[in-house]
């Protein structure tokens, strides 16, 4: 990875008030907002919606770029599901999703970019579970901005996750291997969430 890369931010709208959503983004400096909603649209919260968003954003000096077509967690390409449930590894390996990435690592070596969706929890969200877990990989640097405005750093983030799905070390289990095994337990519980959501069960 190209060592002039910055600290990639993520964040998870909630019902937060615009106002309070654009002080998070100037609070730690965000040029540019990568909106990664599928449908980047809110029932709850109105304010949120893409053209709503995209001239606030515009209004207080941040530029506003929509993703979700190749970040999103809801791909229309029917080959990344399977039995009718999103499969993140199918997403990963599209070729949207890796000109997605490649497009944000790119964009990071000249702003600070923070990642977008709709869910407060990142533990609970796609930014986390697939695009910042890909994005990890490739040796960025991924920093969580919680609903407090606090920063959550990527390994703490993993450390918790763990925790919370009380995994624990073994003789013949690493740590490492706790985490690979948390990402996946926590895919699976995101993509029954959206079946369920989709199929109204």
């Known amino acids: ?108 070596c000249e702003y600070t970019i923070v990642l977008l969706c709709s869910e407060k929890d990142p533990m609970a969200c796609h930014r986390v579970i697939l695009v910042a877990r890909v994005l990890i990989e490739k040796g960025a640097v991924l920093k969580h901005i919680l609903e407090d405005g606090t920063i959550l750093d990527h390994p703490q983030l993993e450390s918790q996750l763990v925790k919370k799905l009380h995994l624990e070390p073994t003789f013949f289990v690493e740590e490492k291997d706790l985490i690979q095994d948390a990402y996946e337990i926590q895919e699976e519980k995101i993509a029954c969430l959206m079946q369920q959501e989709e199929t109204g069960a």
């Open 1 to 108: 990875m190209d060592q002039n890369i910055h600290t990639i931010y993520t964040i998870g709208h909630s019902n937060h008030t615009i106002e309070k959503f654009v002080g998070l983004l100037q609070q730690y400096n965000i040029d540019v907002v990568v909106d990664i909603r599928s449908a980047p649209y809110s029932r709850y919260s109105p304010q949120f919606n893409k053209e709503t968003l995209s001239v606030v954003l515009q209004n207080n000096q941040i530029k506003y770029l929509f993703l979700g077509n190749e970040l999103g967690a809801r791909p229309q390409d029917k080959n990344c599901y399977v039995n009718h449930k999103v499969s993140f590894e199918k997403i990963k390996q599209t070729e949207a999703f890796q000109e997605g990435i490649q497009g944000v690592l790119k964009g990071a």
